[in-house]
């Protein structure tokens, strides 16, 4: 509906926002997202984040001068991403596909973003 009219739209605290696109692409997020079950250790993590940053809206990351982020928490076993809604429903959608069928059933926080995705493994 939005299209061709130069507006976006956000949601914050629950409300849609309508806004310029601009403006929409500066408000980032931040999404805590569970490391894949098969990734442990640092090389894992970094080619992990790699394959984040080259193939998911390559442009918006800030190793190459956009505004979004990734960091890993390991001992966390987690992933710490400062991105726009935009960039991290394609996120959600690469990690529930490519990565991580935690992903699927996963809590949503703010904006539908992962705030906080836990395991509970079997004692087994």
Do not use: K
Not at 62 to 87: F, K, N
Not at 98 to 123: E, H, M, Q, T, Y
Request: proline share 5%; net charge negative; hydrophobic share 40%.
């Amino acid at each position: 509906m939005l299209e061709g009219s130069g507006l976006d739209f956000t949601v914050s605290r629950e409300s849609l926002v309508l806004t310029s696109r601009e403006a929409a692409q500066e408000r980032l997020i931040v999404g805590l997202y569970p490391l894949p079950t098969h990734v442990c250790g640092g090389l894992a993590i970094q080619s992990l984040i790699e394959t984040i940053e080259t193939s998911v809206v390559v442009e918006t990351w800030d190793t190459v001068g956009g505004p979004g982020s990734i960091r890993a928490v390991p001992e966390a076993h987690e992933l710490v991403i400062s991105q726009t809604l935009d960039v991290h429903e394609q996120l959600v959608a690469l990690m529930r596909t490519g990565f991580d069928a935690d992903l699927a059933d996963a809590n949503r926080g703010v904006d539908g973003v992962p705030v906080r995705v836990r395991r509970l493994r079997d004692p087994a």
